[in-house]
C-alpha cells in the first residue's frame, strides 16, 4: 500500500513547496513516482495536476488514477479529516476498488506536504468516492462450523475468531499472472509474499493463545503450486486460496462474479481485492486484519526517506455500524505496535502515523461487518532502515506479537503468553549423580514470545549465574521462531563432594531480563563408582620367603584409598601405595598374585590380572672345622646364622651378613643353621 513520508522529509517537503508541489503519480508498472511541478504551490492545484500527469518522455510514462477532466471542487479541513471534493468526472464509466485505492493513496501523499490533517476522506457529488463502487454481493454467514465453547469456559482468545488477509499476492491481470508490488530495496522481497511471511508471525500468536484464525491466503509454504499460475500457493493471491479452500463464488470472484478464475481477458485483481474482507463476513469472524507494508517512490536510502507505521480503520456509510469498534482496534493495535518497535525493537524514534481513517477508500476496512483494520507496518522501499526491519525475523515477530497484544486489549484478555515467554516441555536431569562424574543431559522448551537469537543474546541461563554441575550459560543457535521448541544439551559434572545440590535454569535476554519459569532439580550426589582396575602388576622375586610387588595406580572419581593385596585369591594385606612386600612366603613356593584399588566409600574395583611368581629353594654350600665356619649362599641376605656350640637347643646367633660368610668356631661346634 502506498503512504509517505518521516518526519523529517514532510518538513522538506513543506518548505520545497513554497517554490514548487511534488505530485504523486503512477508509473508505467503501477508504481507510484513523485514528480516535481515548479508552477505549483498550494494543496488545491497539487491535487488537481493529478488529473494531468506529464506526457511521455525519454525515461518514464505516468498515469493516474484520477481521471483527466476531473476537478478538485473544494479541499477542506473538518476536524482531524480533510475533505476533498472532486468534480463527478473522477467517476468515469464506472470506478473499482482499485482505482479507489490508487486516487486514494496519490492524494493521501500528495498531501503529506501540506500539513493538513491526514485522515483523508474523497468525495464526488457530495457522497464520500466509495458509494460509487459496485456493492460487493451479499454473502450469508457460513453454517458449516463447529460451535465454539462457552464464553465462561474460555481464557485468553478462546472462542474468537479472527480473520488474516495479507494484502496482495500474484493475480491473472487479463494476460498473465503478476505480483501487484515490484521488489524494492533487495534483498528484502516484493510486499506481495512478505505480507504473507510477516502475517504467519501473528497467526502463531493468535493460535497459542486459543483464537480461532481464519487465514485468506495459503500460509503453508509447503502446501505445493496453483496449478494455472505454476506457483507455489503461498505466492497467489486470496481470491485463489479461497477458492482451493472451497468458499463459494460469491466470495472468491465478488467483484466480476467470474467463477473460473486464472482464465478470460479481464482483470482479477477487484476479485482480490474484495476476497478476504468478504470472506469475513462469510465466516463472521470477531475481527478482521489486514496486514501490508507502505511504498512511496521507489528504493530511497538516507534520513529523507519515509518511516513509521499507521493503522487504518473505517467510518464509511458502508461501514458505519462499527465504525467505533474498528476505531477501538486499530488504536489499541498501533499502540501496542508503536510501543515495541520503540521499547522492544529499540528504535525509540520510529514514526507513529497514527490510527487514521480511510473513510471507504480500502475495501478490507470497508466490507467486513466487524471490527477491520489495515496495518500499513514500515516502508518496504526505505532501504537503509525500514526496509532492513522488515526483513528482519526479529522485528517481523516483535510487531506480530504487539499486534496480537492490541487484539488482546481490544477484547479485554490479558496475552496469555508475554513478549518473553516459554514452556518446559522435558528434561532429562536426573535426580542422582556419581560424585565426579561427567554427564550428558538435554533441557527441552517451547518458545512462546518473541523470535530468539544469538544476535539478540538469548541465552538458557544458570540462575544466580552460578551451578555447582555446569558452566552458566548456553546459546540457542541462529533462530528459534514462537510455537518451536529448543533442545538444549548440557554437561553437568557432578562435585567430588557426596551431598544435595540444586541445579536451575531459566532463559534470559543478556543485558535485558530473566524471563519465564525456572526448571529447578535437586541432585544427590553419591559414590557408587568403584576406581579403575590396578595395571601392570608386577611380581619380583626377592629371596625364598619374600616377593616384591608393583603396580600401576588406579584412579576414582573421589579419591583411592588403599590397594587390597590377594595371594592364591586370599586377602593378604593392604598398602597405601602402589606397592607391596609379601615377605612370609615359602622357598620352592609358587604363588598367584592380584590386586584391587578400594575408595573411602567403599567401593573396590575388580582384581586385576594375575601374576604369578615361584620362591627359589635355600642353596648353602659352606665347610667348617673345629676352628671355624664358611658359608656361601644365594637368593637372600642372610638374617641369622647360629652355630650349636652347647648342649642341644643351646644356639649362639651370630649376626646377619651377605655371602660369603666366616667365622671363628670352638671345636665343640658340630651344627649351624641360617634363616633368611
Known amino acids: 500500500m502506498l503512504r509517505i513520508c518521516s518526519t523529517f522529509f514532510c518538513l522538506l517537503l513543506s518548505h520545497f513547496a513554497l517554490r514548487a508541489a511534488v505530485i504523486v503519480y503512477v508509473d508505467e508498472q503501477g508504481r507510484p513516482f513523485v514528480v516535481t511541478r515548479p508552477e505549483i504551490n498550494d494543496a488545491t492545484s497539487a491535487l488537481a495536476a493529478l488529473a494531468n500527469p506529464p506526457q511521455k518522455n525519454t525515461s518514464q510514462d505516468f498515469s493516474s488514477g484520477v481521471l483527466p477532466g476531473s476537478k478538485v471542487l473544494s479541499l477542506q479541513t473538518n476536524g482531524e479529516t480533510t475533505v476533498v471534493e472532486f468534480s463527478s468526472e473522477i467517476i468515469g464509466d464506472g470506478l473499482d476498488d482499485a482505482r479507489l485505492e490508487t486516487i486514494f493513496e496519490q492524494v493521501s501523499a500528495t498531501l503529506e506536504q501540506f500539513d493538513l490533517p491526514r485522515n483523508i476522506r474523497l468525495q464526488a457529488k457530495g457522497q464520500g468516492l466509495s458509494s460509487f463502487l459496485r456493492p460487493s454481493q451479499p454473502v450469508s454467514a457460513r453454517t458449516d462450523t463447529e460451535p465454539i465453547a462457552a464464553a465462561a469456559a474460555l481464557v485468553g482468545l478462546s472462542g474468537k475468531k479472527i480473520s488474516l488477509s495479507p494484502g496482495h499476492g500474484l493475480y491473472w491481470n487479463g494476460s498473465s499472472f503478476v505480483t501487484q508490488r515490484p521488489v524494492y530495496c533487495s534483498p528484502l522481497n516484493q510486499e506481495d509474499y512478505h505480507n504473507l511471511e510477516i502475517s504467519k508471525y501473528l497467526d502463531t500468536y493468535l493460535a497459542q493463545d486459543g483464537a480461532t484464525v481464519l487465514k485468506y491466503r495459503a500460509f503453508d509454504k509447503n502446501y505445493g503450486n496453483y496449478v494455472p499460475s505454476g506457483h507455489a500457493f503461498w505466492h497467489m493471491a486470496g481470491s485463489y486460496w479461497l477458492q482451493e479452500s472451497g468458499y463459494p463464488c460469491s466470495v472468491y470472484a465478488n467483484s466480476t462474479g467470474g467463477c473460473t478464475l486464472g482464465s478470460g481477458t479481464g482483470s482479477e485483481l477487484n476479485d482480490n481485492i474484495r476476497g478476504g474482507p468478504v470472506a ?83 475495501a478490507e476496512t470497508r466490507v467486513p461487518d466487524r471490527a477491520a483494520i489495515l496495518i500499513e507496518l514500515a516502508f518496504h522501499d526505505s532501504c537503509d532502515r525500514d526496509a532492513v526491519a522488515l526483513r528482519d525475523n526479529f522485528f517481523r515477530s516483535t510487531t506480530m506479537w504487539a499486534v496480537y497484544k492490541g487484539i488482546c486489549d481490544y477484547f479485554g484478555t490479558t496475552p496469555t503468553w508475554d513478549y518473553y515467554s516459554y514452556e518446559m516441555v522435558t ?105 579403575t582396575v590396578p595395571t601392570n602388576l608386577t611380581a619380583n622375586v626377592i629371596s625364598p620367603v619374600q616377593i616384591n610387588l608393583n603396580w600401576n595406580p588406579s584412579t576414582d572419581n573421589v579419591g583411592v584409598s588403599n590397594y587390597l593385596v590377594y595371594r592364591n585369591s586370599a586377602l593378604i594385606g593392604s598398602s597405601v601405595s602402589t606397592n607391596f612386600a609379601n615377605s612370609n612366603c615359602s622357598p620352592a613356593t609358587a604363588y598367584l598374585y592380584q590386586v584391587s584399588a578400594k575408595d573411602a566409600a567403599g567401593n573396590e574395583s575388580a582384581k586385576s590380572g594375575a601374576v604369578q611368581a615361584t620362591t627359589p629353594t635355600a642353596i648353602l654350600n659352606g665347610s667348617f672345622n673345629e676352628d671355624s665356619l664358611t658359608l656361601t649362599w644365594t637368593n637372600g641376605v642372610l638374617q641369622e646364622a647360629s652355630a650349636l656350640t652347647g648342649s642341644p637347643g643351646d644356639w649362639a646367633d651370630v649376626p646377619g651378613a651377605t655371602s660369603p660368610y666366616s667365622t671363628s668356631m670352638s671345636a665343640a661346634a658340630k651344627y649351624f643353621r641360617i634363616r633368611y
Open 280 to 362: 469475513s463476513n462469510f465466516d463472521n469472524t470477531d475481527a478482521h486484519v489486514s496486514l501490508h507494508s507502505n511504498g512511496f517512490q521507489g528504493d530511497c536510502a538516507g534520513t529523507g526517506c519515509p518511516n513509521g507505521t499507521s493503522t487504518y480503520y473505517d467510518s464509511s456509510s458502508e461501514h458505519a455500524a462499527f465504525t467505533t469498534v474498528s476505531s477501538n482496534l486499530a488504536k489499541k493495535v498501533q499502540s501496542a505496535m508503536i510501543s515495541a518497535i520503540r521499547t522492544k525493537y529499540v528504535d525509540s524514534t520510529w514514526t507513529d502515523r497514527g490510527a487514521l481513517d480511510s473513510n471507504g477508500s480500502f
Open 427 to 531: 528434561n532429562t536431569i536426573p535426580a542422582q549423580l556419581n560424585a565426579g562424574s561427567t554427564n550428558t543431559v538435554q533441557i527441552t522448551v517451547r518458545n512462546r514470545g518473541v523470535l530468539w537469537n544469538d544476535a539478540k543474546l538469548f541465552r538458557l541461563g544458570a540462575v544466580g549465574d552460578s551451578d555447582p554441575f555446569s558452566v552458566t550459560r548456553y546459546n540457542v543457535g541462529s533462530q528459534v521462531e514462537p510455537n518451536v521448541t529448543k533442545t538444549f544439551t548440557l554437561t553437568l559434572v557432578a562435585p567430588r563432594t557426596t551431598g544435595t545440590y540444586t541445579t536451575d535454569w531459566q532463559m534470559l535476554r543478556e543485558g535485558v531480563t530473566w524471563f519465564g519459569p525456572i526448571l529447578s532439580k535437586s541432585i544427590v550426589v553419591v559414590d557408587t563408582q568403584p576406581p
